[in-house]
């Protein structure tokens, strides 16, 4: 491997040959060539753009729980053509980014000729990061919104007890000049995966984030993990919306909601079994056929209120210098992802 080394501690490897070891890594631990390749890009790029929490640090999390037998990592999506703008995907127990890559190019055919379509993935395990699902949409002109659910463990405004998943949703819309406009927010105050990364390196969470196992407020990120739950963002707005997301990802899907599944008999398994919604919209069947250049006029509008950093801007600067340098990477991770490949 052509590894550089950086900073102390860590080295930077080219982001393709960073998708190769993962692909080794995935196929040794049973997952079919195809999905393979799925799922290194997926991961590679999150690690590439800076998302630490949904990068190179979820593998033993995917390791984990296809040796647990939970997920099929040699699943075979099943494509259904439900209605005009309507794609409905079984993911038959496997990955959501393959339901999604099976189904991607009749999702934009659709959404091209109806002006609007959905992608229902149901029977499907999420685990990374939602914005990659929705970014290349806005990069073809579209504009595009997605929904997934997740395993309980955010408690509802005026609750007593978990019921919801960290149920994040992601937005992404083209501009005429610069990269689209993308985000990527959990409806819970935190991201589950960046409260793990708190336990890890020993860091305390702000007020507001969490309970422990009794039910009481806690800035200790592993007594959250251990028996206790997170908050929503914004009390009963972030609530609500999480609510939507249970709908649209787990009922409207056909999948699970993030209570609704067990996995106590699969020990290691932590992906979530639910479903995910993909909505694609675009804008030049109607009025708003100049939407790229509307969306550069609220840019400068942002800017001028005073908005440096608009969504999506730290993690292109990132990518850009991944791309050009690249991959970050702790240089005992990758001595344990080489040792994985091997």
């Not at 699943?75 to 005009?84: F, G, L, M, Q, R």
């Not at 083209?174 to 985000?183: H, T």
């Not at 806690?218 to 609500?240: M, V, Y």
């Not at 790229?292 to 969504?311: C, D, I, K, T, Y």
Request: a negative charge; hydrophobic letters at 45%.
């Amino acid at each position: 491997m052509n590894a550089a080394q950086t900073n102390p501690g860590q080295t930077r490897v080219p982001y393709s040959e960073l998708v190769l070891l993962l692909i080794r890594i995935f196929e040794r631990h049973g997952v079919s060539p195809a999905v393979a390749i799925i799922l290194a890009e997926n991961c590679a790029s999150a690690q590439r753009d800076g998302a630490d929490s949904h990068g190179i640090f979820r593998i033993p999390g995917y390791l984990s729980t296809l040796a647990s037998g939970w997920v099929d990592g040699t699943a075979v999506p099943e494509v259904t053509d439900a209605a005009p703008g309507f794609i409905s995907v079984d993911a038959r127990n496997g990955f959501a980014q393959p339901a999604l890559a099976a189904a991607r190019g009749q999702l934009v055919d659709k959404a091209r000729r109806n002006g609007i379509a959905l992608l229902a993935i149901h029977n499907s395990h999420h685990f990374a990061a939602l914005w990659p699902d929705v970014e290349p949409l806005a990069e073809e002109g579209l504009v595009a919104l997605s929904f997934v659910n997740s395993m309980t463990c955010v408690v509802p405004h005026g609750g007593q007890r978990p019921v919801f998943g960290t149920n994040p949703i992601a937005f992404a819309a083209p501009r005429a000049e610069g990269q689209p406009l993308v985000f990527d927010l959990a409806t819970s105050a935190i991201a589950h995966g960046d409260v793990q990364l708190a336990a890890r390196e020993g860091r305390e969470l702000p007020p507001g984030y969490g309970l422990d196992s009794a039910g009481q407020a806690t800035c200790d990120p592993q007594a959250i993990l251990d028996g206790g739950a997170l908050l929503p963002f914004g009390g009963h707005k972030g609530s609500a919306l999480s609510m939507m997301v249970e709908l649209l990802a787990g009922a409207l899907t056909g999948g699970n909601f993030s209570f609704d599944f067990d996995w106590s008999r699969h020990p290691g398994a932590q992906t979530p079994w639910t479903g995910q919604l993909l909505i694609a919209i675009d804008p030049a069947k109607g009025a708003g056929r100049n939407f790229a250049e509307r969306a550069e006029q609220l840019v400068a509008a942002l800017h001028g209120a005073g908005q440096q950093r608009l969504p999506g801007d730290r993690r292109h600067l990132q990518r850009a210098q991944s791309m050009a340098q690249g991959v970050a990477i702790a240089s005992e991770q990758l001595a344990k992802l080489t040792e994985l490949a091997a």
